[in-house]
Protein backbone atom coordinates (compact mmCIF):
# COMPACT_ATOMS: atom_id res chain seq x y z
CA UNK A 1 0.00 0.00 0.00
CA UNK A 2 1.35 3.36 -0.71
CA UNK A 3 2.03 6.24 1.67
CA UNK A 4 -0.94 8.82 0.58
CA UNK A 5 0.46 12.22 -0.63
CA UNK A 6 0.17 15.71 0.65
CA UNK A 7 -2.38 17.83 -1.36
CA UNK A 8 0.57 19.74 -2.09
CA UNK A 9 2.96 17.74 -2.87
CA UNK A 10 3.46 17.70 -6.90
CA UNK A 11 6.41 15.37 -6.72
CA UNK A 12 9.66 17.87 -6.96
CA UNK A 13 12.07 17.50 -4.59
CA UNK A 14 15.94 19.16 -5.04
CA UNK A 15 19.51 18.56 -4.42
CA UNK A 16 22.85 20.84 -3.99
CA UNK A 17 26.38 19.63 -4.94
CA UNK A 18 29.25 21.19 -3.32
CA UNK A 19 30.41 22.85 -6.60
CA UNK A 20 26.75 25.27 -6.30
CA UNK A 21 25.00 23.57 -8.59
CA UNK A 22 21.67 22.59 -8.10
CA UNK A 23 19.23 19.75 -8.77
CA UNK A 24 15.98 19.89 -9.18
CA UNK A 25 14.22 16.41 -9.65
CA UNK A 26 10.67 15.78 -10.18
CA UNK A 27 9.56 12.00 -8.78
CA UNK A 28 13.53 11.15 -8.82
CA UNK A 29 14.08 12.42 -12.00
CA UNK A 30 16.76 15.37 -12.91
CA UNK A 31 13.98 18.09 -14.53
CA UNK A 32 16.35 20.92 -14.02
CA UNK A 33 20.08 22.39 -13.56
CA UNK A 34 20.36 25.78 -11.46
CA UNK A 35 23.29 27.03 -11.51
CA UNK A 36 25.27 30.72 -10.27
CA UNK A 37 23.08 33.65 -9.29
CA UNK A 38 20.34 31.22 -10.73
CA UNK A 39 20.68 28.68 -7.82
CA UNK A 40 21.59 31.03 -4.86
CA UNK A 41 18.39 32.61 -5.24
CA UNK A 42 16.15 29.30 -5.44
CA UNK A 43 17.80 27.89 -2.30
CA UNK A 44 17.38 31.59 -0.93
CA UNK A 45 13.81 31.50 -1.94
CA UNK A 46 13.09 28.14 -0.92
CA UNK A 47 14.74 29.47 2.88
CA UNK A 48 11.72 31.99 2.77
CA UNK A 49 8.43 29.83 2.18
CA UNK A 50 7.25 26.96 3.13
CA UNK A 51 6.98 23.80 1.59
CA UNK A 52 3.73 24.38 -0.62
CA UNK A 53 5.63 27.55 -2.42
CA UNK A 54 8.57 25.09 -3.09
CA UNK A 55 6.71 22.70 -4.51
CA UNK A 56 5.13 25.48 -6.99
CA UNK A 57 8.78 27.08 -7.07
CA UNK A 58 9.99 23.96 -8.65
CA UNK A 59 7.10 23.79 -11.25
CA UNK A 60 7.23 27.27 -12.49
CA UNK A 61 11.30 26.47 -13.02
CA UNK A 62 10.83 23.08 -14.45
CA UNK A 63 7.60 24.37 -16.75
CA UNK A 64 5.77 21.91 -15.24
CA UNK A 65 3.08 23.76 -14.27
CA UNK A 66 0.73 23.88 -16.82
CA UNK A 67 -1.98 21.33 -15.61
CA UNK A 68 -5.57 20.62 -16.03
CA UNK A 69 -6.90 23.94 -18.72
CA UNK A 70 -4.62 23.48 -21.79
CA UNK A 71 -7.90 22.28 -24.22
CA UNK A 72 -10.24 24.77 -22.85
CA UNK A 73 -7.27 27.37 -23.21
CA UNK A 74 -6.64 26.29 -26.99
CA UNK A 75 -10.59 26.82 -27.72
CA UNK A 76 -10.50 30.63 -26.37
CA UNK A 77 -11.49 33.19 -28.99
CA UNK A 78 -7.52 34.74 -28.49
CA UNK A 79 -5.66 31.36 -29.06
CA UNK A 80 -7.31 30.25 -32.33
CA UNK A 81 -5.58 30.39 -35.42
CA UNK A 82 -7.10 31.44 -38.56
Do not use: C
Request: glycine content about 10%.
Amino acid sequence: MRPERDEHDLGFSWRARKNGVVEVLHHGRLAATLRGMEAADFLAELEAGSVQDAQQLMARITGNYKRGNERQASQHPRNRRG
